[in-house]
Each structure stands twice: as structure tokens, then as C-alpha cells.
């Protein structure tokens, strides 16, 4: 990660004691952090590290890489893909599908 940012930690008490304790694995900025620092921020997340945002110290949103998906699949792909999947028996799989739903009518107002 090329921004070097860290991860908020918060004291924890507990009846007897209080003690130092990570809140999240995902590192916290805060909203003045994300407005003055959203290069680097916006960088890291590129990089694909999330970020949850902090106003007055409570939690509102997560900052999420999106996704990088295949724009296109060449035929040769698709073809090598289906080639690999197994094979469905339809018997197999009509007997798996009324083993889980029932296709009896019902009333909806019968209780």
C-alpha cells in the first residue's frame, strides 16, 4: 500500500480494566482525513485497501474498491469454461428441485 495510512485503535473498558484493542481490521479515517488527504486515500483504495469514514467518532460508510471484472470473454474462453463445468443430469436435477420446493397450491389466508 503506497499511502502508508494505520489503522485506529480505541481503549476498551470492561468492568475491572481497560485495555488497548484494534476496532476494525479495516483501517478508519476520519471525514477531514478523506477531504484533505483523497488523493492519497483515493490512491490506496486503487490499490484495493477499504477504508471505513468516521464523523465525531462514529462509523458511516465504507470506502470499497469496486470490483475489476473482464470487459469481454473471447469465444475461446467461453467454450473452454462451459467444456470444464460438470455435467447435469436432468433426472438428478428435476429430483433435487421438488426434493427442495414444494409446488403444492396453498391459501394464503389458511393459518
Not at 455435467?87 to 391459501?107: C, E, L, N, S
Amino acid at each position: 500500500m503506497r499511502s502508508g495510512l494505520h489503522i485506529n485503535s480505541t481503549v476498551l473498558c470492561g468492568s475491572t480494566r481497560c485495555y488497548s484493542a484494534s476496532v476494525s481490521a479495516i483501517p478508519e479515517i476520519n471525514q477531514r482525513d478523506l477531504r484533505l488527504r483523497s488523493k492519497e486515500i483515493m490512491d490506496a483504495v486503487e490499490d484495493g485497501q477499504t477504508f471505513v469514514v468516521t464523523r465525531d467518532g462514529s462509523r458511516i460508510a465504507e470506502l470499497v474498491p469496486l470490483r475489476r471484472r473482464p470487459e469481454f470473454v473471447s469465444r475461446a474462453q467461453f467454450v473452454e469454461t462451459w467444456r470444464l463445468a460438470p455435467a447435469i443430469a436432468p433426472d438428478r436435477f428435476r429430483a433435487d428441485q421438488d426434493a427442495v420446493y414444494d409446488d403444492a397450491p396453498t391459501d394464503p389466508y389458511a393459518r
